[in-house]
C-alpha cells in the first residue's frame, strides 16, 4: 500500500513506519516543512496526498496553549481529511487518547474529542485508537514517569491513588499498523490499554523494581489542596504537562475494557511487569 503517515518522526509514529516499512509497504514521513500543522497548506498537502490510499494520522502535541491543542488536534486534521475524501482516499488512521471527548473540560482531550469526530465525518472509512498512558524509552511522559521511579521517596498527589492502566509502545504501534492494512468498520474505536489496571503509585513501584532494580519506596502523600495553587504556574513551565488538566485527568482515572484491542492484536495485551521487564 501506498500510505501517508503524519507524526511519523514522533514517538508512536516512528514505531509504526518501521513495522509498515518492514511489511513491504510505501510509507511518506512529510517532514514540518512540508507539512506545518499549525499553518497548513492546501498545495503542499495534494502533492502529499497525491496517489496515496492510506493517511495514518498519528500527531499528539502538549501545549501550554489551548489555541495550539485546538490547531493540531481538531482544525488542522479536519481540513486534511476533507482534503483527503476531495482526493478519493478511502481509509483513515487516527492515533487519539483514551477519553477523548469534545465537551470533556480538559483541553488536549476535547480537542482530541472535537479531531476524532472531524475526521468521522469526512472520511468514508476511519478507524480511531485511543491509548491509555504509553510506556516506552523516549516518550516525554513515561521518561517522566521514569526519573520519577528513581527517586527513594515519592512525592505523589493523593498518594498516588489514580488509576491507570498502562500499555507498550510497541502494541500500539502493531495495533495502528493493523488498522491501516486491514481496515474495522467505518467509526471503529479502539480503547488500547495494557493487561493491567494499576494505580500510579503501583506503576511506579513496578518502573522501580524491574528498571531500577530497587526496594518499593516511601510514598509521600501530597494533598490535592497544597498542589492546585501551584498548578498555573507549572502548565507553563511543563508546557502544559503538568497542569490543572492532567490533574483533572488523573482523577477521572485512565482505564478501559481491552478486548477488541486484544482481538485487534491476536493475543492479551501485555502488563506492566511483561512489557518493562522486555525494554
Not at 14 to 34: C, D, F, M, Q, W
Not at 242 to 253: C, E, N, R, V
Request: proline share 6%; aromatic share 6%; with cysteine.
Amino acid at each position: 500500500m501506498n500510505i501517508v503517515l503524519l507524526g511519523g518522526s514522533g514517538f508512536v509514529g516512528s514505531r509504526v513506519v518501521e513495522i509498515l516499512r518492514n511489511k513491504g509497504h510505501i510509507v511518506a514521513t512529510p517532514t514540518r516543512k512540508e507539512l506545518d500543522l499549525l499553518n497548513p497548506n492546501r498545495k503542499n498537502i495534494e502533492k502529499i496526498f497525491a496517489d496515496k490510499e492510506v493517511i495514518i494520522n498519528a500527531v499528539g502535541v502538549m501545549s501550554r496553549y489551548d489555541e495550539v491543542l485546538d490547531k493540531v488536534h481538531y482544525q488542522t486534521p479536519k481540513l486534511l481529511a476533507e482534503i483527503a475524501a476531495d482526493m478519493n482516499i478511502k481509509h483513515w488512521v487516527q492515533l487519539s487518547a483514551l477519553g477523548a471527548d469534545s465537551q470533556y473540560s480538559a483541553a488536549f482531550l476535547a480537542s482530541k474529542g472535537r479531531g476524532d469526530n472531524a475526521v468521522l465525518q469526512m472520511m468514508p472509512s476511519v478507524n480511531i485508537a485511543r491509548p491509555s498512558v504509553i510506556y516506552g524509552r523516549g516518550g516525554a511522559s513515561c521518561e517522566l514517569f521514569i526519573k520519577l521511579a528513581k527517586l527513594p521517596i515519592l512525592p505523589l498527589p493523593e498518594k498516588g491513588r489514580f488509576l491507570l492502566q498502562p500499555v507498550c509502545v510497541n502494541e500500539v504501534a502493531d495495533g495502528l499498523a493493523k488498522m491501516a492494512e486491514n481496515p474495522l468498520l467505518h467509526g471503529a474505536i479502539v480503547n488500547m490499554t495494557g493487561g493491567k489496571v494499576v494505580s500510579m503509585a503501583e506503576y511506579l513501584t513496578i518502573m522501580r523494581q524491574n528498571l531500577h532494580h530497587k526496594p518499593p519506596a516511601k510514598v509521600l502523600n501530597i494533598p490535592l489542596s497544597l498542589i492546585k495553587p501551584f498548578l498555573p504556574i507549572a502548565k507553563v513551565l511543563s508546557n502544559g504537562m503538568l497542569s490543572p488538566d492532567s490533574i483533572q485527568m488523573l482523577q477521572d482515572g485512565n482505564t478501559a475494557d481491552n478486548g477488541d484491542f486484544a482481538h485487534l492484536l491476536g493475543k492479551t495485551p501485555q502488563s506492566p511487569e511483561m512489557f518493562i521487564q522486555a525494554a
